[in-house]
C-alpha cells in the first residue's frame, strides 16, 4: 500500500514548496473524506498514488505529476462544472503560499485541468496523469462493478433514467476514442479491458 506520509513529502518538497506541507495534506485528506463521495475518495487517490510509483521514471517533473495526483479531486462537488477548476486554483494557491515557484504552481494547475479529459494530453506529464485517473476504467471485473455502484451512488439523488442517459453518454464517449491511454505502458496494461469493461457496461444499460 502507498505510504501517504512518504508520497506527499516527496511530492511537496520535490516540487520546491518549503512550509505547511503536513497542513495541506491533512486538509486534502480531509477533502478526499467527505460524506458525499462514494468513488472520489481516499480509496480513488491511493489507487493513483499507487499506480504512480509503477512510473514515476516516466514523466518530465514527477513531483509535479504526484502533487497533481493528490490535488485534482480535492474539490467535488456534486452540482458543480468547475470542481477541475477550482481544485487547480487550490494547488496553485497552496504551492506559491508555500514558496513553490510560479512555473511549478502554473504547470500543477494546470495538469490538474488536464483531469477533464475534454482535450488529448499535451506532453508526457499530462499523459501520466490523465491515464492514471482513468485507469479505473481497465480494472478487473470486481473494482469496475464497485465502480460503477461508487460512481451510481454519488448521484444517488438523481433519477434512474436521468442517470443512466447521462452516464451511457460518458462511458461511450470513453469507448469511442481512438484510444483510451495515451502512454504505451498503460495501454498495455489496460486499454484491452477498458474496452471490454466499457462495452459490457453499455450493455447493461
Same mark, same amino acid.
Not at 514558496?99 to 494530453?121: D, I, K, Q, Y
Not at 447521462?166 to 498503460?186: C, D, G, M, N, W
Given at each position: 500500500?502507498?505510504?501517504?506520509?512518504?508520497?506527499?513529502?516527496?511530492?511537496?518538497?520535490?516540487?520546491?514548496?518549503?512550509?505547511?506541507?503536513?497542513?495541506? %495534506? @491533512?486538509? /486534502? *485528506? +480531509?477533502?478526499? !473524506?467527505? $460524506?458525499?463521495?462514494?468513488?472520489?475518495?481516499?480509496?480513488?487517490?491511493?489507487?493513483?498514488?499507487?499506480?504512480?510509483?509503477?512510473?514515476?521514471?516516466?514523466?518530465?517533473?514527477?513531483?509535479?505529476?504526484?502533487?497533481?495526483?493528490?490535488?485534482?479531486?480535492?474539490?467535488?462537488?456534486?452540482?458543480?462544472?468547475?470542481?477541475?477548476?477550482?481544485?487547480?486554483?487550490?494547488? %496553485? @494557491?497552496? /504551492? *506559491? +503560499?508555500?514558496? !513553490?515557484? $510560479?512555473?511549478?504552481?502554473?504547470?500543477?494547475?494546470?495538469?490538474?485541468?488536464?483531469?477533464?479529459?475534454?482535450?488529448?494530453?499535451?506532453?508526457?506529464?499530462?499523459?501520466?496523469?490523465?491515464?492514471?485517473?482513468?485507469?479505473?476504467?481497465?480494472?478487473?471485473?470486481?473494482?469496475?462493478?464497485?465502480?460503477?455502484?461508487?460512481?451510481?451512488?454519488?448521484?444517488?439523488?438523481?433519477?434512474?433514467? /436521468?442517470?443512466?442517459?447521462?452516464?451511457?453518454?460518458?462511458?461511450?464517449?470513453?469507448?469511442?476514442?481512438?484510444?483510451?491511454?495515451?502512454?504505451?505502458?498503460?495501454?498495455?496494461?489496460?486499454?484491452?479491458?477498458?474496452?471490454?469493461?466499457?462495452?459490457?457496461?453499455?450493455?447493461?444499460?
Amino acid at each position: 500500500m502507498t505510504d501517504l506520509v512518504l508520497s506527499w513529502a516527496r511530492a511537496w518538497h520535490g516540487a520546491g514548496a518549503c512550509s505547511g506541507g503536513e497542513a495541506v %495534506r @491533512a486538509a /486534502l *485528506l +480531509e477533502r478526499y !473524506a467527505e $460524506p458525499q463521495r462514494k468513488y472520489h475518495t481516499q480509496q480513488h487517490l491511493r489507487e493513483c498514488l499507487q499506480l504512480f510509483e509503477s512510473v514515476k521514471q516516466l514523466p518530465a517533473h514527477p513531483a509535479e505529476v504526484e502533487l497533481t495526483l493528490w490535488f485534482h479531486d480535492a474539490i467535488y462537488d456534486l452540482t458543480g462544472a468547475d470542481n477541475e477548476e477550482r481544485s487547480a486554483s487550490l494547488a %496553485r @494557491a497552496s /504551492l *506559491l +503560499e508555500a514558496g !513553490a515557484g $510560479p512555473e511549478v504552481a502554473s504547470r500543477v494547475a494546470g495538469l490538474v485541468m488536464a483531469t477533464r479529459h475534454t482535450a488529448v494530453a499535451a506532453d508526457a506529464d499530462e499523459q501520466v496523469v490523465v491515464d492514471i485517473d482513468l485507469a479505473i476504467l481497465g480494472a478487473n471485473q470486481e473494482r469496475f462493478a464497485e465502480y460503477e455502484r461508487q460512481i451510481r451512488d454519488e448521484y444517488a439523488w438523481v433519477p434512474g433514467w /436521468l442517470f443512466r442517459r447521462k452516464r451511457r453518454a460518458v462511458l461511450q464517449s470513453f469507448l469511442e476514442r481512438p484510444r483510451i491511454y495515451a502512454t504505451p505502458h498503460f495501454a498495455a496494461l489496460f486499454e484491452a479491458r477498458a474496452r471490454a469493461n466499457l462495452a459490457a457496461a453499455l450493455g447493461n444499460r
